[in-house]
């Protein structure tokens, strides 16, 4: 499977952009992805572990960590956001 990954706010001064995956397995959830990117690099493994507030939206459309992300999504994250 292929698609890309978009970061928002913070997430985008410490990770860049985006991202294009290739070769993904076909069944992927959100949280499965997450997990996957925590795993390439330091910067990944802090903005992304398991417990920090991150938000995801799969084509646009906020997402679950249990969302299944299709092929050729475009999947962003970002932390999430408060007014006053």
Do not use: I
């Not at 992304?48 to 799969?58: D, T």
Request: glycine letters at 8%; hydrophobic letters at 45%.
């Amino acid at each position: 499977m292929n698609l890309t990954v978009r970061y928002f706010a913070s997430l985008r001064e410490t990770l860049g952009e985006q991202q294009h995956l290739t070769d993904l397995p076909s069944s992927l959830t959100v949280s499965a992805l997450r997990e996957h990117l925590a795993g390439t690099t330091p910067a990944h493994a802090e903005a992304l572990r398991a417990g920090r507030a991150v938000r995801c939206a799969v084509n646009q459309v906020m997402a679950a960590d249990d969302a299944v992300v299709p092929e050729g999504a475009e999947v962003a994250f970002f932390p999430p956001v408060t007014g006053g």
